[in-house]
């Protein structure tokens, strides 16, 4: 396993109001993800731990894209993965966000 | 003087030689071999039926066992070279030149053969390209094919797998060629004539039925989310913008999830009566949900689908049917409508380059084209007009003046990363390589870039008729290239203006609800849930069982 | 034809725990104990480089099935094979424990629902999860005695084997689709063991016919046969609790009888089709081809009441 944490800046804060949203099964080929709304700064965190080993950069440029599309400023997000695709990680991060704004 | 009847001559010859082996036109079994090796000649061209679906495999096997100092140097020209004997034939001698269009599963025996020089390749070819060249320049002296049953008088009922036979033997029968015919059953009176007696010299009831491959199968439980989210992408992206009628869908399991998701998805666009009514297809399994709930009015086949029969024999206001009550097909009239009676191909492929050249050959593979090229290519002697294709033609002259003819929307459907997380977009094809390594002239594209008129990945539509230059086009298709090395390398400010113009719609900007990309959103989640739908008339085989 | 339950209605086998759990129960009155944001997961997954999931693949709580309060535990089948391990264990059993301490007060619930889609035990965890599934057991049959029917509905992924077959057994009534199934000993486990020639785990029809839902509501392993989208089993859970008989001596000592006179009847044969033989089933070799339909008549028209607990 490998675990890093990726902390960037949004350009504004996550629209929406719930507190917390959970999406996903570590299964194979797949992953959860917890996002958190921390506090109403334009700071994102974003903890992985995963099976996959080497992909770090990959990572980061998901986790670049997410942010530029979706602006989640304030939220923490954890994910455990079990070797999902870079696809499959963008489209939970933005179900996710989807998930924040959605619930009220 | 000339000798005007050379051939008739000769064939009456071969005939002579093997009048003692036949009875009428039947021939036991155990007599084949050695009638082959009298009625074939060293040097002939021979078609031994085989394609992406059935094949003459009795024959085939009979023929691997002819004395190759008698038979030699055959040319075999047939559309799939699918079977271990295909191969055999020339590992043992008995052929060496080969015209063919598709291998499938002896894609890497093919690329291995023809490194170590057992086989000399002419050419690999579309469907109806071979099939023309047939009756020019590849004319076959003997051809060996399969039926499903026969009358004494060698009238062939070829039934739902009707497929390559008639274009075979019209062109085999009607140049002094010979023909035989193997077939699952001698009987008195066959359902109907698909092929006329008189074109057939002689039948064998071959000990099993011929091989069939459900190539055309594909399982819904095998759909992935992302293929659900890219087929969502085409719907809203394409179908509900470009409005095509008349469609072919290639094999992959995106255009699958398209299938399945028109009565769910495609229902809530209010698409059904507006897209996708008239098709060039074969009987995809995975189209059941969208006929049962009214998406379909026609369909007509290259080819059968095991399991399917009983479903379309029920069906034949939809499908192509018989007075007998079976699906008859059709290879070459279906290419054909393919390519000049459909304003959309939509599949998928293996590899894309940077100018939307894309190939699904490998290093070590040579699948072949089968029909993809002509189905995912303008026609240009089209001369018919219908919206989607004159709104395809506008988009690419970038105005509607009165000689602006329309274009086929080519779509190229695919994941980022392929099986094994290769990645599908490349710098450069993997058929360049390999035609450097075998010095073939012009490598093998299956669809070359000017020809395709949309990529659809997870992120998003490229619409390469909106590119003016190859710069556009490169950063268009590194634009949904995600994050391959291809995608990871895009200019960001370029792509950003590319999204602007609407050269790149992401799903968002199709205003596409991500949490919808469920695998519940499939109108059947499993080969079970098909025969549901199918009123339990689709059998498949067991392989696809899951219950 | 259109097949409405598969088109519209998203499907049990197809869903994870937390959609199954939402279409269960009434819309918003599900509420988790222990949720993903509170982070108990297993302490043991990490020595075996394999990521954790925040729920533990065990997602427990309290709605309302039809207005009426019940407590709820559904396993996650993707993760880990729904496997029982000490944090899902213990969550179970706790539940349980709540509800049978609950009964009888303003706290008590209607029902226990249990959403079993399970493996059996996680090997990584081997002996925390015996333990766990022991104590779901003795943890199950409190509830019940404490006057709770336990309905286990069954129609997951991983289907409920191993440690999840003898729990799924203990239950006041089981609810099972054709796509669910019933054992202790895998298919994989007997192949493994005995070999192919006892039992090939490939033969999906095979599989199918020795643990499939189709089989299991034939034999008395189950009580109700639904098709298998969530809506079918939200209706059907929401009815179990009427016909769950008591955990009794009387109970007992009748399914003891009727296992008694099923291995008489039945004990020589093979495979189910020689079962259905016996049993007087019209076209005992296409049970499994049937349509939904047709063989929701036959259940109905063969009238087969067991007490099955």
Same mark, same amino acid.
């Given at each position: ?23 996903? !099964? ?17 700071? !994102? ?16 440029? !998901? ?11 304030? !939220? ?29 | ?7 008739? $001559? ?46 003459? #495999? ?33 590992? =043992? ?5 080969? #015209? ?24 690999? +070819? ?17 051809? =060996? ?29 009607? $140049? ?75 094999? @992959? ?12 998805? @495609? ?10 009514? +008239? ?27 095991? @399991? ?41 492929? =293996? ?51 009165? =000689? ?67 710069? #556009? ?8 290239? @995600? ?65 | ?6 088109? /519209?209605?998203?499907?049990? *086998? ?7 759990? /939402? ?64 944090? &899902? ?11 049978? %301490? ?24 081997? /002996? ?48 099972? &689709? ?22 090939? &785990? ?12 189709? &089989? ?7 009580? %109700? *046969? ?37 291995? %008489?009847? *039945? ?43």
């Amino acid at each position: 396993m490998e675990k890093f944490t990726i902390h960037t800046q949004a350009k504004a804060v996550l629209r929406g109001k719930s507190s917390n949203a959970f999406t996903g !099964v570590v299964a194979s080929g797949n992953l959860e993800i917890l996002f958190e709304r921390k506090d109403n700064s334009l700071d !994102v965190t974003v903890e992985v731990m995963t099976a996959s080993h080497g992909y770090q950069a990959v990572w980061e440029a !998901v986790i670049k894209d997410f942010v530029d599309r979706t602006s989640p400023g304030g !939220v923490h997000i954890a994910i455990h993965d079990n070797g999902a695709r870079p696809d499959t990680v963008l489209l939970r991060l933005m179900q996710g966000a989807r998930l924040m704004g959605a619930q009220s | 003087m000339t000798d005007w009847l050379k051939q008739k $001559k000769e064939r009456a010859r071969r005939l002579e030689e093997v009048a003692s082996l036949v009875s009428g036109k039947v021939v036991q079994p155990a007599d084949v071999t050695a009638l082959l090796e009298r009625i074939i000649c060293s040097g002939d061209r021979v078609c031994l039926e085989g394609d992406n679906q059935k094949q003459a #495999d009795f024959l085939a096997e009979c023929l691997t066992r002819v004395d190759p100092s008698q038979v030699h140097d055959l040319h075999i020209v047939q559309s799939g070279l699918v079977l271990s004997e295909h191969l055999d034939l020339f590992r =043992l001698g008995i052929a060496r030149k080969l #015209d063919f269009s598709y291998s499938g599963p002896q894609s890497g025996a093919i690329a291995r053969a023809l490194d170590q020089g057992k086989i000399k390749l002419g050419a690999i +070819h579309t469907y109806i390209e071979l099939f023309a060249r047939y009756y020019v320049d590849l004319t076959p002296n003997v051809s =060996l094919i399969a039926a499903v049953s026969a009358d004494r008088n060698g009238n062939l009922y070829t039934g739902p797998n009707t497929e390559d036979t008639p274009t075979i033997v019209e062109a085999t029968a009607y $140049k002094n060629g010979i023909v035989i015919a193997q077939v699952n059953k001698i009987v008195d009176t066959v359902p109907r004539i698909d092929i006329p007696g008189d074109q057939i010299d002689f039948i064998v009831e071959a000990p099993k039925p011929f091989y069939v491959e459900p190539l055309f199968t594909r399982d819904p439980a095998a759909v992935t989310e992302t293929q659900i989210l890219m087929a969502m992408i085409a719907l809203k992206g394409i179908y509900a913008e470009y409005r095509p009628r008349r469609l072919n869908h290639g094999i @992959g399991f995106a255009t699958a999830a398209i299938e399945l998701l028109l009565p769910t998805y @495609g229902e809530q666009l209010g698409l059904r009566g507006e897209v996708a009514t +008239h098709w060039a297809l074969n009987p995809h399994p995975t189209l059941i949900p969208a006929i049962e709930s009214g998406w379909v009015q026609q369909i007509h086949c290259f080819g059968s689908e095991v @399991g399917m029969d009983r479903y379309m024999s029920a069906r034949p206001d939809i499908y192509f049917i018989g007075h007998d009550g079976t699906l008859r097909s059709n290879r070459l009239l279906c290419q054909n409508a393919g390519l000049y009676a459909c304003d959309m191909f939509i599949g998928s492929t =293996l590899q894309i380059d940077l100018a939307g050249n894309s190939s699904t050959v490998t290093p070590d593979r040579i699948a072949g084209f089968g029909g993809a090229p002509n189905m995912g290519a303008d026609a240009h002697g089209r001369r018919h007009v219908s919206d989607a294709w004159l709104k395809a033609g506008r988009e690419a002259a970038g105005n509607d003046g009165p =000689l602006v003819r329309g274009r086929k929307l080519v779509v190229q459907m695919v994941e980022t990363f392929g099986e094994g997380m290769k990645p599908a977009f490349v710098e450069e094809l993997d058929s360049i390589a390999l035609a450097r390594k075998l010095g073939m002239p012009l490598a093998p594209v299956m669809i070359f870039g000017d020809d395709v008129t949309h990529i659809v990945t997870e992120e998003g539509i490229a619409n390469l008729l909106l590119c003016r230059n190859a710069d #556009d086009v490169e950063q268009a298709i590194r634009g949904v290239a @995600g994050y391959t090395p291809v995608g990871l390398a895009r200019d960001r400010a370029k792509v950003e203006a590319l999204r602007e113009r609407g050269v790149i719609r992401r799903p968002e900007d199709l205003g596409i609800n991500l949490l919808q990309a469920d695998r519940n959103l499939l109108a059947a989640r499993s080969i079970r849930d098909l025969v549901t739908w199918s009123d339990g008339l689709y059998a498949p085989p067991s392989k696809f069982r899951n219950w | 034809m259109i097949p409405e339950n598969i088109m /519209n209605e998203p499907s049990w *086998y197809e869903s994870s725990a937390r959609a199954r759990i /939402n279409g269960l129960l009434d819309a918003g009155s599900f509420s988790e104990i222990l949720g993903p944001q509170d982070k108990i997961m297993s302490p043991h997954l990490a020595l075996f480089d394999l990521p954790p999931a925040f729920d533990d693949g065990m997602i427990i709580g309290r709605g309302l099935i039809d207005g009426r309060p019940v407590a709820v535990a559904a396993q996650e089948g993707q993760f880990m094979g729904g496997t029982f391990a000490e944090v &899902s264990g213990a969550k179970l059993v706790g539940l349980l424990r709540s509800v049978a %301490s609950a009964a009888g007060t303003s706290q008590a619930v209607s029902t226990v629902v249990l959403l079993l889609d399970t493996g059996g035990v996680r090997l990584q965890e081997a /002996n925390a999860g015996e333990m766990a599934v022991s104590e779901t057991i003795r943890a199950v049959l409190d509830v019940r005695r404490a006057g709770v029917p336990v309905v286990a509905l069954i129609g997951g992924r991983a289907g409920a084997f191993g440690g999840g077959g003898l729990v799924t057994a203990c239950c006041s009534h089981i609810v099972i &689709s054709e796509q669910g199934r019933i054992s202790v000993s895998g298919p994989e486990v007997i192949e493994t063991n005995k070999g192919v020639e006892e039992f090939d &785990s490939h033969d999906r029809a095979l599989v199918w016919r020795i643990t499939g839902g189709r &089989s299991r509501v034939l034999l008395g392993g189950a009580d %109700s *046969y639904v098709k298998g989208d969530i809506s079918s089993f939200r209706q059907t859970a929401a009815q179990a609790r009427n016909s769950a008989p008591s955990l009794s001596l009387e109970t007992l000592e009748r399914e003891q009888e009727r296992l008694e006179q099923r291995l %008489s009847s *039945y004990g020589d044969c093979r495979d189910t089709p020689e079962i259905w033989t016996l049993a007087g089933l019209p076209t005992p070799d296409k049970i499994a081809d049937l349509t939904e339909d047709e063989f929701i008549s036959l259940l109905a028209k063969g009238g087969r009441r067991h007490d099955a607990r």
